[in-house]
């Protein structure tokens, strides 16, 4: 059995400053990516919404073959206000397909 060896992706919330407002920030090694806090989605769904950007960005998909289908979340502990996302297969499914399909919305964003 093969193992494939996945970087998990990092979210933290941002606050406003005098110039910018509310943003959600993803990182991970191979990169990172920031987006404005949408008011129409919850908490966790705009941290999710972030780090699906970031995947699609790198161009992490599952139709290049070695990438994860599912991400997994959980809080970020000790980093407050913040969120992990780890790919894995299909043990336990969370889809976060419609926040995925919602980034054909976001300029700026390779959706490759």
Same mark, same amino acid.
């Given at each position: ?11 933290? =919330? ?8 509310? &943003?959600?920030?993803? %990182?991970? &090694? ?5 987006? %404005? =806090? ?17 995947? &699609?960005?790198?161009? =992490?998909?599952? !139709? ?6 599912? =991400? ?9 206000? /913040?969120?992990?996302?780890? /790919?894995?297969? !299909?043990?336990?499914?969370? !889809?976060?397909?419609?926040?995925? &399909?919602?980034?054909? !919305?976001?300029? /700026?964003?390779?959706?490759?």
């Amino acid at each position: 059995m093969a193992l494939h060896f996945h970087q998990a992706i990092q979210t933290k =919330w941002l606050a406003p400053t005098n110039t910018k407002p509310s &943003r959600v920030k993803a %990182s991970c &090694r191979d990169g990172n990516l920031t987006l %404005s =806090w949408d008011y129409g989605l919850d908490q966790g769904e705009n941290h999710a919404r972030v780090a699906m950007a970031l995947v &699609r960005k790198l161009g =992490w998909t599952p !139709d290049k073959g070695k990438y994860p289908v599912y =991400w997994h979340a959980g809080a970020a502990h000790p980093i407050p206000n /913040g969120y992990v996302f780890v /790919g894995g297969g !299909d043990v336990v499914q969370h !889809d976060y397909t419609a926040i995925d &399909r919602e980034l054909t !919305d976001i300029s /700026g964003v390779d959706h490759a």
